[in-house]
């Protein structure tokens, strides 16, 4: 069974565009990602904690409609 580990922005960034987001694209305060008709902002930090990486991916599973389990998030490249 795999954990959940921090994840760089760039790291976190380029996962989510396999999943099938696209951007990122500039916003006022912060970037964000595009899904459809959804956003997903993405936080300016340089490595996001554990706590925080698995808020994000629980807004980014809500828009994809289906759980990102931890072997899956690892295992994209």
Not at 9 to 30: E, V
Not at 31 to 36: A, E, R, S, Y
Not at 50 to 66: D, F, N, S, W, Y
Request: proline share 5%.
């Amino acid at each position: 069974m795999s954990q959940w580990n921090p994840c760089k922005r760039t790291d976190f960034i380029r996962k989510l565009r396999r999943l099938g987001f696209d951007g990122p694209y500039s916003g006022s305060k912060h970037q964000f990602l595009i899904f459809g008709d959804h956003r997903l902002t993405v936080p300016s930090n340089s490595e996001y904690s554990v706590p925080q990486l698995k808020m994000m991916l629980r807004e980014a599973a809500e828009i994809l409609g289906r759980n990102i389990e931890a072997n899956e998030w690892n295992n994209l490249k």
